[in-house]
């Protein structure tokens, strides 16, 4: 029997559906959400809680790469494989050296060795491993509950959801009864009413940013499919690219790490350099990590140079300015996931907005228990401020509104480029 199109766009049907979903899945919503939140300022949590971390700026420069490398490999001399240095973007940072399979966390999903260097002496400063920090437990839990490769497909299928759960708010949302009616915030008719109406009112102001954190945070757990679908295998967040082999014939004259980021700098002598793999074995060459002025990832920019380490050329090039729109896409979905694509303004949105699920859930169930007859509903006595509170309101709309007009056109502008 055939399903109408005017049963499913019966405003019960999709009550139902916005009230299953935050029964059986809210929780989980809200925990993505705060786990999100509070990795969006990931490294400032880390400094506060490990605040070794930061060292004291010296006047003196840094350390070649060099040196640094041949500490760490002093430090860990039984560690044979590729060492990833990620230099540090302030003075106070320390150079964080990483090493992908040590062998305490070989059959974890993903648990690198992280060690701290001191770029200005080649002190190590602290060895930890991916999971074993708070921040990184955090992330892990944001990124896959925990639970490793089955953790990653569970949180793709929480981001189609929360789509949906978002969807059906704003369909119900949506005034029947005119605009005045849908912007109301009710101060003086019970905790429970004025619980839903914040409910809607925080639902619909953060609608638009949830719907792109749960679109993109799908395709970053999920990566398969917009990898297909745009042709940009191996670009995604994570993926170290292509695997460039040495042609050359080894010979007791390789290159240094030093001379090898100057090559990779030939053709993007604007940019900065972010990260730097050493090579694995007689074909392995250095992968160089470069960031240009145009890139909106910040921590992990796309530019790449691999160079052979025996003749000093470079073997291929990974340049995002050469991209197709479609591939472009693909790697902006990292730097518009985390809010860095917007600057400070953009984390602070993104953290705020991570914290919506919570509200949104805390405040539905509220509503709902109250309908039940499961708890009392409480009286509020704001009359004498009710004025305020409607300002505020309407203020805080404003302030919203213009806060996504700014990220729409900031979105524009980097499309633009």
């Known amino acids: 029997m055939s399903i109408s199109i005017r049963h499913l766009l019966a405003r019960s ?32 949590l880390d400094n506060l809680f490990n605040p070794q971390q930061i060292i004291t700026a010296s006047q003196t420069p840094a350390l ?24 540090p973007r302030e003075p106070d940072q320390v150079i964080t050296a990483w090493f992908e399979k040590p062998r305490e966390t070989v059959d974890a999903f993903y648990a690198p060795l992280m060690v701290a260097v001191n770029p200005y002496t080649g ?20 990124t896959q509950l925990r639970l490793e490769g089955t953790g990653r497909d569970l949180v793709a299928v929480l981001a189609v959801l929360l789509i949906l759960s978002v969807s059906s708010g704003l369909y119900l949302w949506w005034p029947r009864m005119g605009w ?23 639902g619909l102001l953060s609608s638009v940013f949830l719907l792109l954190l749960a679109f993109t945070g799908f395709h970053l757990a999920y990566p398969p499919l917009i990898e ?52 694995l074995g007689d074909t392995g060459t250095y992968r160089i990590n470069l960031r240009q002025r145009n890139e909106i990832n ?4 796309i530019t790449t140079v691999w160079v052979d380490r025996w003749s000093g050329q470079i073997r291929d090039v990974r340049n995002p300015s050469k991209f197709t729109a479609a591939q472009t896409f693909t790697i902006w979905l990292w ?27 805390i405040s539905g169930i509220y509503y709902w228990l109250q309908r039940q007859g499961l708890v009392q509903d409480r009286s509020l006595h704001f009359a004498e401020h009710g ?31």
């Open 180 to 202: 005045r009616q849908a912007f109301k915030l009710r101060v003086n008719v019970g905790l429970s009413q004025l619980l839903m109406d914040l409910h809607r009112w925080l």
């Open 335 to 361: 730097p518009l996931h985390t809010g860095e694509a917007f600057g400070e303004l953009g984390r602070l949105t993104w953290f705020l907005v991570g914290l919506m699920p919570l509200i949104l859930y």
């Open 298 to 301: 910040q921590h992990h920019p």
């Open 13 to 44: 049907v999709w009550l139902k559906i916005h009230l299953y979903l935050a029964l059986s899945l809210g929780l989980l919503f809200a925990l993505q959400g705060l786990t999100g939140s509070l990795s969006v300022y990931r490294q400032e």
């Open 123 to 142: 002190e190590v400063v602290e060895n930890r491993f991916w999971g074993q920090t708070l921040t990184t437990w955090l992330l892990d839990l944001h």
């Open 64 to 87: 070649s790469l060099d040196k640094i490398i041949a500490s760490v490999r002093q430090a860990h001399p039984d560690r044979h494989g590729v060492w990833t240095l990620e230099l």
């Open 228 to 279: 297909a679908l745009t042709a940009s295998s191996g670009m995604g967040h994570g993926d170290e690219g292509l695997n460039v082999r040495s042609t050359a014939i080894p010979n007791d004259r390789p290159i240094s790490l030093t001379e090898a980021i100057l090559v990779a700098r030939g053709p993007f002598s604007q940019s900065e350099v972010r990260r730097v793999s050493t090579p």
């Open 387 to 417: 004025q305020k509170i409607q300002q505020f309101s309407q203020q805080s709309a404003i302030y919203f509104w213009n806060l996504l007009r700014r990220i729409s056109l900031k979105l524009i502008k980097l499309v633009g480029r």
